[in-house]
């Protein structure tokens, strides 16, 4: 055997020994166990089967003993008795993240000399596999490494994987960002995925001309309001303008009447000032009409401004560099302003 399996088989009944020297090591997740079926005692049992299998160099045996007492009780000392024994195959992906795992929750009031042996195998694992340290755009997102998924983002650990190229993905809501990365021996590769928003199905069928805008919005609406508020308005001015004649009448007849020696006292019904009192009331009704007309138009023409100046979405979705109009609607003031997206 060569030297660095005889190094390695000495770790690995070191390792064996020590965490099973009184049955099972007090710090470990599972308590000593005694004869029965309960969990912790088929877990005590294959792992005391994975240490004589250790000592006596028979290590495809040992590691699935290891296993059979990770699936039972996933304990970091068992984790690391595993990751040993996968290095002593050759298996040097799955050995690097068992030992890996075994650092991590290695207890801090644990002996010093078994954190060292542990480093020291880890150590051995990482010249052998290569890591990824996988970062997505947004959380919750599936991550996965050569389509075998290996947790959701944040992920918050390296990703080990043998020398060579990857597929990395992430997948979130249907949106999938992809990258190909290459790892070598010993070394670690960052990888960002950034999703974006999914790209619409189909072919898209452009719209007729003048029929839709630039959007894909149907420019009807507006125009149908743009005319009802400049027809509103034009009734308004018309209006506005019959009520000047109206008053102007109404004086002219009050003068006319002064001329003929009658003051006019606003209750007469006949004569130039019954023409005065029923041209005043005219001009009174066609000035409220000229209201009404303005407020229509004037809402209207507002609506189709806003109509055709909104966009679709609260989203900015102009090109960088490309002037947009937005609608400015508030308490005080109204209008529209252009926002350039950098």
């Known amino acids: 055997m060569k030297l660095f399996g005889i190094r390695v088989v000495s ?16 710090n470990s997740a599972y308590a000593q166990g005694a004869a029965g079926a309960s969990p912790d005692d088929a877990a005590q049992s294959a792992f005391l089967r994975g240490k004589e299998h250790g000592k006596a160099g028979r290590w495809l045996e040992a590691v ?54 542990m480093d020291d195998t880890y150590k051995e694992a990482l010249a052998k596999v290569g890591r990824l340290a996988i970062k997505a755009s947004v959380g919750r997102a599936s991550i996965s490494v050569d389509d075998e998924v290996v947790g959701e983002a944040p992920l918050g650990r390296p990703i080990f994987v043998s020398p060579g190229t990857h597929r990395v993905a992430a997948v979130l809501d249907g949106v999938t960002a992809t990258k190909s990365v290459d790892v070598a021996a010993g070394g670690e590769a960052e990888v960002l995925l950034v999703l974006e928003a999914a790209p619409s199905s189909g072919p ?13 919005r149907p ?21 506005l303008v019959a009520s000047s004649g109206a008053t102007s009448d109404a004086s002219d007849f009050e003068s006319q ?85 950098f």
């Not at 309001?225 to 400049?230: A, H, K, P, S, W």
Request: aromatic residues 6%; proline residues 7%.
């Open 11 to 26: 770790t690995a009944l070191v390792l064996v020994a020590a965490v099973a020297s009184t049955g099972i090591d007090s």
């Open 204 to 216: 898209v069928t452009p719209p007729p001309p003048g029929d839709e805008d630039e959007e894909g």
């Open 257 to 341: 009447a002064r001329d003929a020696g009658t003051t006019c006292r606003g209750n007469e019904t006949s004569g130039l000032c019954g023409d005065a009192a029923a041209s005043l009331s005219d001009s009174d009704g066609l000035a409220t009409g000229s209201v009404i007309g303005f407020v229509i138009g004037g809402a209207a023409v507002l609506g189709a401004v806003t109509y055709l100046l909104w966009p679709e979405s609260t989203e900015v979705t102009s090109s960088p560099g490309q002037a947009r109009f937005v609608p400015l609607v508030g308490p005080e003031r109204w209008g529209a302003g252009a926002t350039v997206p």
């Open 219 to 239: 420019l009807w609406p507006g125009l149908v309001l743009g005319g009802i508020g400049l027809a509103g308005v034009g009734v308004g001015v018309g209006l």
């Open 64 to 117: 699935a003993a290891f296993e059979e007492a990770y699936r039972l009780r996933p304990a970091w000392d068992i984790a690391g008795n595993l990751g040993i024994a996968e290095l002593e195959l050759g298996r040097f992906v799955p050995a690097a993240r068992h030992l890996e795992e075994a650092r991590r929750n290695f207890p801090g009031g644990g002996e010093p000399a078994k954190r060292a042996l």
